[in-house]
């Protein structure tokens, strides 16, 4: 008996390790690596658009890579739209407020709902008319 509690004991204390290491995981470090599109949609009102689904596909591959020195490429992935197009569609810098809920890119900022290891959900407001609030969704570009 006295085995098994302390083997239950071990595992837990394991458990706390594991979770408390991930926690401390910054989101910089988090955010710092290529992502690609998972979801993209556009609400107005009672109406919401799957923005993704109108996508071609030269955009859906573009790759969205955040680096550890505070800057943010947006680039074309396999596909482009056009032969003549550059690789690096968009670049800057990129940094949090203080409080880590929005993401500045270059002089536009976005309101980031979730940053996890495997998803990055982003969202700003599109002014009108009609006014939408796009959200849009990432995961690790592989």
Request: proline letters at 5%; a neutral charge.
């Amino acid at each position: 008996m006295k085995r098994i509690r302390f083997s239950l004991l071990l595992m837990a204390i394991f458990a706390i390790a594991g979770c408390s290491k991930e926690s401390n995981i910054s989101k910089a470090d988090l955010l710092s690596k290529a992502w690609k599109y998972k979801s993209f949609s556009a609400a107005a009102g009672a109406l919401t658009v799957d923005i993704l689904s109108q996508m071609r596909p030269c955009e859906l591959d573009d790759i969205y890579r955040f680096n550890s020195n505070k800057t943010f490429t947006v680039e074309e992935g396999a596909t482009k739209c056009a032969s003549t197009d550059p690789q690096i569609k968009e670049s800057g810098p990129w940094r949090f407020n203080a409080s880590e809920t929005k993401l500045y890119l270059g002089t536009d900022s976005v309101e980031v709902i979730d940053l996890t290891s495997t998803s990055l959900h982003l969202r700003f407001n599109e002014p009108g008319p009609p006014a939408a609030i796009i959200d849009v969704i990432y995961q690790p570009a592989q």
